[in-house]
């Protein structure tokens, strides 16, 4: 309704900036528009007669009981109460919501995740991984096809020193029990023996030159790399609930190799690309931006050069609408540098996007790291959050058995990490207050998990009976105002679509939250009035938790978080 009203504004009184403000007190309204102010600045007018005149075009909607005008020249909508309880009961009924379809037929490819092999994922993939499939939700829900990519780093340089490390001093072992930790070993070490034996460079160098011409012993080296550190990030989507392996379309940079060499000398030919120094590149002047190297002296293509010939494919293969790189505020260059190519190479049937995001912070406010200052590995923060949530849900419910406890705790535990990032603005930073982050009173996904859990624990208190609810029997201000912001739903989505943001998304549920819990502490639901009357009201009031519940369910759905029956 917010978003027809705005469509009607917009139609009245095209060109005229305005917002729609939900008052904070019901005697103004369920809203308050302040159009009349811009309008009459316009036309150099008094605001209270153009706000009157605004008013009186809605006389006689059968959306609202009246429309006011308020100094000193606000115009308040009273939507029908009757209204309210019949999209009520349309979203109990039949599970709709109301979100828009707008993405029928278009199809959008959201990438995200995209670690590197050989190094354990860590917390900048962590944003990647829970923004990216927040948004894939999201469009989704918004009837978009969406496919999800999972852009993996497998190649480059790097792999040769990696294999020359490895033929030296691998533990086979230790590659078994933890491959990734071992390899990172042999990476580590290979650097610091090279202050001392410098022919190492050159070992790298030839191995990678053999792994680029196909030599078979270099392939299976690299491919087992590729395999074990595969297996473990499927690990780690599985413990987030992210499935990013099965529905995902998973390409490493190396598949991009064999195109690399058609891409540059097409690139030459057309004269797009140039000889500088011995090195080819790409002149950006003109997007003012320094130039994309392209191919090193020494032959090497790099991190660019793939990506040009990713997104060759992307586009010619799946021929998308949108597409949508999750990927940190620190490769900003890189994707400015990769749109201005795609301009020059008129790429432009798809709309580009680098989403991006900001760093994680610790509780100090420094950039989350370990006590020797290296980054932390994903691990280790899942691991610690489901610890801290399992202590919360042990002293909430003693009486949970062992395994109960760890089932919830896990997700409650990645529910306070999801949360903890999706409601804040995508491009800041975000910090990592634990113990905020599993707060059952604040702004958190344990929050919102625990408001679900008490509303469940309502339902089944209530027992199996059939419901026999008069939904116009819900009068109460409370009640008007949980289903004023029921409808919100499509409105909130549809905006973080565009955006590509998630924080007013998890804002609408902290709020659907805390005036559920506000409703719950005024009215007692489960009233013991065993009237005709007193039952049907109380059916009503259970019917409008259901679908509370089912709201939020849907709604934290959309951010990757699961709810509990019982917390
Ligand atoms: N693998 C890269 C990294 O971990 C991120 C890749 C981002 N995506 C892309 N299309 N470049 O830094």
Redesign the pocket.
């Known amino acids: 309704i917010r978003a027809w009203l705005r469509e009607q504004l917009v139609e009245k009184y095209p060109g005229v900036e305005f917002d729609i403000l939900t008052p904070p007190d019901e005697k103004m309204g369920d809203y308050s528009v302040n159009l009349a102010f811009a309008l009459a600045k316009r036309d150099k007018r008094s605001p209270l007669e153009v706000a009157q005149g605004i008013a009186d075009s809605f006389s006689g909607s059968e959306y609202f009981e009246k429309v006011q005008v308020a100094k000193p020249g606000f115009v308040n909508f009273f939507l029908k109460t009757a209204f309210l309880q019949g999209e009520l009961e349309r979203i109990y009924k039949d599970k709709a919501y109301g979100i828009s379809n707008v993405g029928k037929g278009k199809k959008v490819i959201v990438?995200y995740s995209?670690?590197?092999i050989a190094k354990p994922m860590h917390i900048?993939?962590l944003r990647s991984t829970i923004i990216g499939d927040a948004l894939a939700n999201i469009f989704e829900a918004q009837g978009y096809d969406v496919v999800r990519w999972n852009?993996?780093?497998d190649w480059g340089t790097q792999f040769g020193k990696l294999i020359a490390a490895y033929k030296r001093w691998h533990d086979d072992e230790a590659f078994q029990k933890n491959p990734i930790q071992e390899m990172l070993r042999l990476y580590v070490k290979f650097h610091e023996e090279l202050s001392t034996a410098p022919e190492l460079e050159k070992e790298g160098q030839e191995e990678f030159r053999k792994l680029e011409s196909g030599d078979a012993e270099s392939r299976a080296i690299w491919e087992k790399f590729r395999e074990m550190s595969l297996r473990e990030f499927g690990q780690m989507y599985q413990q987030l609930g992210i499935s990013l392996f099965q529905d995902a379309v998973v390409r490493g940079e190396s598949d991009y190799e064999k195109d690399l060499q058609p891409l540059v000398d097409d690139l030459v030919k057309r004269g797009i690309a140039v000889q500088s120094e011995g090195a080819l590149i790409i002149k950006l002047e003109q997007f003012g931006l320094p130039p994309a190297l392209i191919r090193k002296s020494d032959g090497a293509t790099l991190?660019l050069t793939r990506?040009i010939a990713?997104l060759n494919h992307r586009i010619a293969e799946y021929k998308p609408d949108k597409i949508l790189?999750v990927?940190a505020n620190q490769?900003a260059l890189?994707f400015e540098q990769l749109f201005a190519v795609a301009k020059m190479l008129k790429f432009d049937s798809a709309e580009l996007t680098h989403v991006k995001f900001g760093m994680v912070l610790g509780e100090d406010g420094k950039k989350l790291a370990t006590r020797e200052g290296k980054t932390v590995p994903l691990q280790e923060v899942m691991d610690k959050i489901i610890a801290l949530a399992y202590e919360t849900v042990k002293q909430k419910n003693p009486e949970l058995s062992e395994e109960q406890a760890k089932e919830i705790a896990h997700t409650v535990g990645i529910g306070a990490l999801k949360y903890n990032d999706l409601k804040e603005l995508r491009i800041s930073d975000i910090k990592f207050n634990w113990k905020a982050m599993l707060d059952l009173t604040g702004d958190s996904g344990p929050y919102l998990q625990y408001t679900y859990a008490r509303l469940a624990s309502v339902v089944r208190k209530a027992g199996q009976e059939k419901l026999v609810p008069d939904i116009s029997l819900l009068e109460h201000p409370q009640e008007r105002r949980l289903m004023r912001h029921l409808l919100d739903l499509p409105d909130v989505i549809e905006r973080s679509a565009q955006t590509y943001t998630t924080n007013g998304i998890a804002l609408y549920l902290y709020e659907l939250a805390s005036i559920t819990s506000s409703y719950y502490e005024a009215v007692r639901i489960l009233d013991d009035d065993e009237s005709a009357d007193g039952k049907k009201r109380r059916d009503a009031r259970l019917l409008l938790v259901e679908t509370v519940m089912a709201v939020l369910e849907r709604g934290l759905g959309l951010l990757g978080i699961n709810v509990l029956g019982r917390i």
């Open positions: 990438e995209s670690p590197n900048g993939h852009y993996i780093g991190y990506e990713s790189y990927v490769q890189h």
